[in-house]
C-alpha cells in the first residue's frame, strides 16, 4: 500500500477490496466456513432467543430504531432482562424486516460476521508481520476453532460477534493509522469502536489495547503522531458516555452483585485454567459447563491459576510481541472477569482472545510454514473443522442442545430446566416435570425453576400442586412476571375470578408496557361480561404490540359476537399472518365462513389449516360440512370418516356421526 500522500479514504478501501491477497484470503476463510457450518443454517433459536428475539415487540418494526439508542428494556420482552445494546437491536430489527423469524436470515447473518472477524484477523496479521500466509493461516485457526460455534449458532451470541467485528476493525484502523499517519483512518477507528462499546460492553478496554500497542506493537513502521494522548482520550470520552447511557442497568449489575468482588475474583482466576482447557482441547464443549464458584483463594485450581499467570507474565517480560498478543487476549475477559454474572463460565467470552490468540499464532508461525509444520497445520484446521461441523449439529434444537448439556453437566440446574422446556415443547410434560424437578432439587431458590414445574403440572391437570409452585416462585421474586400471569391464568380457570382480577390489575399496574399482561386481563374481562373493557385491553395489547397473535384472535373473537364478521375476519387472518400455527384462528375463520355461506373460502382455511396442523383433525370434520354444503357428497363422506377415526370422540357423539354417514353414503347409491 502507498504511503499517506493523496491516498484518500475512498482509495483505502478500494485498494483492501481490489487487493488480491486479500480475495484469496476470503475465498479460502469463505470456503472453509461454509464446509464447518454448512449443516447449521437451519439450527433453530435457543433459550434467550426467546425473549430477546421471537417475543420481542421491539425488533419488530425499523420505526423503533431510535429507541433503541435511549431505552435498555427494548432489549427484550422481559424488562427485568434489560441490556444496552443498540446496534445489536439494530441487527434484529432488520432481519425480523427482511425475512420476519425464518431462522435461516439469523444464522446468514452470524455466519457473515463469524466471516468479517476471520478477515480482520488476517489483516492485522498482514498490518503487524506482512506474511500473507502466516495471517491466513491464523484467520482460519480462528474461524475453525470449535469453541466459536457457540458464537456463530446460537443467534443471541450475536452480540459477541457484531462488538468483536467492530472491535478489530478499529484496531486495524488505527493501527493503520500510526503506521502510514492516514487520519481518516483514525476516524474510521473511532467510529468502529463506538459501534463496538454499543454491541456489547466487552469492548470498552479497547482504549487499553491502543496503549498496549503504543508500548510493545509500533516497531519501526510508526508515524509519530502529535498529541497523541488527545487522540487516545476521544476513546476514553466515548467509554465515558457509554457508561452514562447505560448508567440504569449497569448500575443495577454493581450494587446488587450476585457474589462478593474476592470471590468473582477467585473464581475467574479459576475459570482461567478452565478456559485454557477447553481452547487445546475443545472436547467437552457445552452450552452449560460444570463450573462451580470457587471457595477461596487457596482452592487448588485458583492457586495453579495464579502460578500460570506468574510464569506467562515471566515468560513474556522479554518478548513485546507476547506481551502485545498476551494484552489483546486477556483484556476482553476482563469485564466478565470484574462484573460478578450469573453464568461463571461462557463459551461465546473466548470469542475474542481466540481472534488474537490465531493472530499471535499466525505471527509465531511466519517463519515456520514448510515441511512438518505445514503439514501439522493442515491436520489442526482439518480436525478443528470437523469437530466444528459436529458441534454445529448439536445446536440443531433445543433438545439436542440441553440433553447435551445435562449429560455433561448433570450438576447443573440450568441444563435440566431447559432441557425440561425443550421436553415440554415436544409434548413430553411428564419427562419434562422430573427435569424440573431435578433442577428444584439443584436450585431450590430460583424462581424460573418453580415457574416451569408450575406450567408442568398445569398440563398435566394437577392445578393444585401447580398453585403452590407458583406461589413458591412468587416467594422468591415477587416481580416475576412470568409467574404473576400464570398464576392469575389459574386463578381465572378455577373460577377465583376475583383473586384473578387482584392479581394482573396488580401486574398490569407494575408492568404497562406488558401487552401479554393486558390481553390478560382481557380476557377475565370478558368472561366477566365486560365485553366492551375486554374489547380496549386487547387494543391497547395491540398498540404495545401489534403482532400478538393471541390478541389477534381474542379481538377478532369479540368481533365475531358482536356480529362485525368483516372485521373478525380481519383478525383472524392478521392472526394466522403472525403464527401460521395458531389452530384457533383456522377453526374460528372457517366456522365463520361457513356460517357466512362462503363454503370455498371455508374449505380453503381449513385445508391450509391442516397442511400447517395435520394433527387438528378437528378441520376434517369442518371440512365435511363445507363439502356437504357445496352438494360435494362424496368428499364429505371422505372427510367425515378421517374425523371419526382420528377425532376423540365419545360414544354418542360417534353415533351420531356414523348416521350422518350412512345417510349421505345412501345418496350416493
Request: hydrophobic content about 50%; overall charge positive.
Amino acid at each position: 500500500m502507498s504511503k499517506a500522500g493523496g491516498f484518500g479514504l475512498p482509495a483505502f478501501l478500494s485498494a483492501l477490496v481490489m487487493d488480491r491477497d486479500y480475495g484469496i484470503a476470503l475465498c479460502a476463510l469463505a470456503l472453509a466456513l461454509g464446509l464447518a457450518y454448512g449443516a447449521s443454517f437451519g439450527n433453530g433459536f435457543h433459550y434467550d432467543d426467546v425473549h430477546s428475539i421471537v417475543e420481542n415487540p421491539h425488533i419488530r418494526s425499523l420505526a423503533r430504531i431510535a429507541t433503541f439508542f435511549t431505552d435498555p428494556s427494548t432489549f427484550s420482552s422481559m424488562p427485568e432482562r434489560a441490556m444496552y445494546r443498540p446496534v445489536l437491536l439494530v441487527t434484529l430489527a432488520l432481519n425480523y424486516a427482511w425475512g420476519a423469524y425464518e431462522v435461516v436470515g439469523y444464522h446468514v447473518v452470524n455466519w457473515l460476521l463469524h466471516l468479517g472477524c476471520a478477515m480482520l484477523v488476517y489483516a492485522l496479521g498482514r498490518a503487524l508481520h506482512g506474511k500473507r500466509r502466516a495471517a491466513l493461516v491464523g484467520a482460519l485457526l480462528f474461524a475453525l476453532h470449535p469453541l466459536n460455534a457457540e458464537a456463530v449458532n446460537y443467534i443471541s451470541s450475536r452480540s459477541e460477534s457484531l462488538a468483536a467485528l467492530f472491535y478489530l476493525a478499529a484496531l486495524f484502523c488505527y493501527i493503520r493509522w500510526r503506521q502510514q499517519g492516514m487520519g481518516y483512518c483514525w476516524l474510521l477507528s473511532l467510529m468502529a469502536f463506538a459501534c463496538a462499546v454499543l454491541s456489547k460492553s466487552v469492548a470498552v478496554v479497547l482504549p487499553v489495547a491502543l496503549v498496549a500497542y503504543e508500548r510493545w506493537g509500533r516497531g519501526r513502521t510508526s508515524v509519530v503522531a502529535g498529541g497523541l494522548w488527545l487522540y487516545h482520550a476521544a476513546y476514553w470520552a466515548l467509554v465515558g458516555a457509554y457508561l452514562l447511557l447505560a448508567r440504569n442497568w449497569l448500575g443495577n449489575s454493581l450494587e446488587k452483585p450476585v457474589r462478593g468482588l474476592g470471590e468473582q475474583l477467585a473464581t475467574q482466576a479459576k475459570a482461567a485454567i478452565y478456559y485454557v482447557q477447553l481452547i487445546v482441547a475443545p472436547t467437552q464443549l457445552s452450552v452449560e459447563h460444570p463450573f462451580a464458584v470457587a471457595h477461596g483463594w487457596l482452592d487448588l485450581p485458583v492457586v495453579l491459576a495464579l502460578a500460570g499467570w506468574a510464569a506467562a507474565v515471566w515468560f513474556a517480560l522479554r518478548r513485546p510481541q507476547v506481551l502485545l498478543v498476551g494484552c489483546w487476549l486477556v483484556l476482553p475477559l476482563l469485564p466478565a472477569s470484574l462484573v460478578p454474572l450469573n453464568v461463571l463460565v461462557n463459551e461465546h467470552r473466548l470469542y475474542l482472545p481466540l481472534a488474537f490468540l490465531g493472530l499471535g499464532l499466525g505471527w509465531m508461525l511466519r517463519e515456520r510454514l514448510a515441511g512438518k509444520h505445514r503439514v501439522l497445520v493442515v491436520v489442526l484446521l482439518v480436525v478443528s473443522a470437523a469437530m466444528t461441523y459436529d458441534r454445529s449439529r448439536v445446536w440443531q434444537d433445543e433438545l439436542s442442545l440441553w440433553a447435551d448439556a445435562a449429560r455433561k453437566a448433570p450438576g447443573m440446574y440450568r441444563a435440566h430446566l431447559h432441557l425440561g422446556g425443550a421436553l415440554e415443547g415436544e409434548g413430553r410434560v411428564a419427562e419434562a416435570l422430573l427435569r424440573y424437578e431435578r433442577a428444584a432439587e439443584l436450585a431450590p431458590g430460583v424462581a424460573e425453576v418453580h415457574y416451569n414445574r408450575g406450567n408442568a403440572l398445569v398440563a398435566l391437570n394437577r392445578e393444585a400442586d401447580a398453585g403452590v409452585a407458583y406461589k413458591l416462585s412468587l416467594e422468591l421474586n415477587p416481580r416475576f412476571l412470568p409467574t404473576l400471569v400464570n398464576l392469575a391464568v389459574l386463578y381465572q380457570a378455577g373460577g377465583q375470578l376475583a383473586a384473578a382480577d387482584t392479581l394482573l390489575q396488580a401486574v398490569v399496574a407494575a408492568h404497562p408496557e406488558n401487552a401479554e399482561a393486558r390481553r390478560r386481563l382481557g380476557v377475565l374481562r370478558k368472561r366477566q361480561g365486560r365485553g366492551e373493557e375486554a374489547a380496549a385491553l386487547y387494543a391497547r395489547a395491540l398498540e404495545l404490540d401489534p403482532d400478538l397473535a393471541e390478541a389477534r384472535y381474542n379481538l377478532g373473537n369479540h368481533h365475531s359476537d358482536l356480529g362485525r364478521h368483516e372485521a373478525a375476519i380481519a383478525q383472524y387472518q392478521w392472526a394466522i399472518r403472525i403464527e401460521p400455527e395458531h389452530a384457533g384462528a383456522y377453526r374460528n375463520l372457517g366456522e365463520l365462513h361457513l356460517e357466512r355461506g362462503q363454503f370455498q373460502a371455508a374449505v380453503a382455511i381449513w385445508s391450509q389449516g391442516l397442511q400447517v396442523l395435520p394433527g387438528e383433525v378437528i378441520f376434517y370434520y369442518g371440512l365435511g360440512r363445507a363439502l356437504e354444503a357445496q352438494g360435494q357428497v362424496a368428499a364429505a363422506v371422505q372427510n367425515y370418516r378421517r374425523f371419526l377415526h382420528r377425532g376423540s370422540l365419545n360414544a354418542q357423539q360417534a353415533v351420531g356421526l356414523q348416521s350422518r354417514i350412512r345417510e349421505l353414503e345412501a345418496r350416493l347409491r
